[in-house]
């Protein structure tokens, strides 16, 4: 009790402190939750944009117009949003359709740039980019940048990483190394058609 009176006297000599202690929480907490709502904002504006040119995609052809529209209007809310990440992903893979394997890369390595300042919660599609390029390096026929990406550490897609691999070394005629990553592809693969696609490959291998 005696305590609880001594907390009571305190508080009453120096009300003032206490009073501009608590506005200065107040105020803090205030302030992270503006920018915290304001994120989210962003992040729900930059959302939509995206699944209404992703939609209009999905049923037509590829409008490079509407994309470039799209970009844009994206990283004015936020020059670092996942999802340009995700546009410059898509329009990777049709510049791959047309051919235009430095416009792949170039896009491929914009979104890459974005994903190295985000969390490990977006790890799936770091690799799932990695990949892609790879494909493009392995048809350049530029089997050491393909190798030096393979490199990085894969958890999700770790059975397409050794697939790759084993691709390249059957370029470069490496035929035993070829097979065992294969095989190692093969036991970690949970895929049918996956696992019949590695076999047809381990199939084509030649001395």
């Known amino acids: 009790m005696n305590f609880l009176n001594k907390i009571y006297s305190w508080i009453l000599k120096n009300y003032i402190k206490v009073i501009s202690f608590l506005l200065v929480i107040a105020l803090a ?8 709502f304001m994120a989210q904002k962003k992040d729900q504006e930059a959302g939509d944009l995206f699944l209404n040119f992703y939609n209009s995609y999905s049923a037509s052809d590829f409008n490079q117009q509407e994309y470039k529209n799209v970009i844009d209007e994206i990283s004015q809310i936020d020059n670092a949003s ?4 995700m546009l410059q992903s898509i329009y990777a893979a049709e510049s791959v359709k047309s051919n235009d394997l430095q416009k792949a890369l170039t896009e491929l390595s914009n979104a890459k740039e974005i994903l190295s300042s985000k969390g490990n919660e977006f790890n799936f599609l770091k690799e799932i980019i990695d990949l892609r390029m790879v494909n493009i390096f392995i048809d350049l026929e530029d089997l050491e940048r393909a190798n030096n ?16 691999q084993g691709d390249i070394l059957a370029i470069e005629k490496k035929i035993f190394e070829a097979k065992q990553k294969y095989i190692d592809a093969l036991g970690q693969s949970e895929n049918e058609t996956q696992k019949n696609l590695i076999n047809l490959k381990i199939s084509t291998l030649i001395d």
Do not use: E
């Not at 907490?29 to 915290?36: E, K, N, S």
């Not at 996942?82 to 990440?85: N, V």
């Not at 990406?149 to 790759?164: D, G, P, R, S, V």
């Open 149 to 164: 990406i393979l490199k990085n550490t894969f958890l999700t897609y770790q059975t397409n990483k050794l697939i790759l």
């Open 82 to 85: 996942i999802y340009l990440a």
């Open 29 to 36: 907490y205030g302030i992270y939750l503006y920018f915290h």
